[in-house]
Nanobody, 124 residues
């Protein structure tokens, strides 16, 4: 059974940085598109970034460009999200997700497998 396990969340002051990790198991890692999503209380889940594990091509939601960086370590089947210049509005539960073959768009409904989520809290 596919498992995605996030780590690295926590609390940070505005302007600070965090790096999230997502370790994937029980899948052919190179066949998948990996994404990061987030959901704040009372808001819909929104896409943050995605990476094609086979080609390493990345894409970002417009509001995250320049501050967030998605990367991967194929040897560890792990995807990272480096978050810099964090804002209070970045406070949310962050989720790792995976979909097979197609790596296009950032719609949550297109991703099949999900991690349990990890909390990121940014204070002023």
């Amino acid at each position: 059974q596919v498992q995605l396990v996030e780590s690295g969340g926590g609390s940070v002051q505005a302007g600070g940085s965090l790096r999230l990790s997502c370790a994937a198991s029980a899948l052919t890692y190179s066949d998948y598109c990996m994404g990061w999503f987030r959901q704040a209380p009372g808001k819909e889940r929104e896409g943050v970034a995605r990476i094609s594990t086979g080609s390493n091509v990345t894409a970002y939601a417009d509001s995250m460009k320049g501050r967030f960086t998605i990367s991967q370590d194929n040897a560890k089947n792990t995807v990272y999200l480096q978050m810099n210049s964090l804002k209070v509005d970045d406070t949310a539960m962050y989720y790792c997700a995976a979909r097979r073959w197609v790596c296009r768009g950032l719609k949550a409904t297109d991703f099949i497998y999900w991690g349990q989520g990890i909390q990121v809290t940014v204070s002023s």
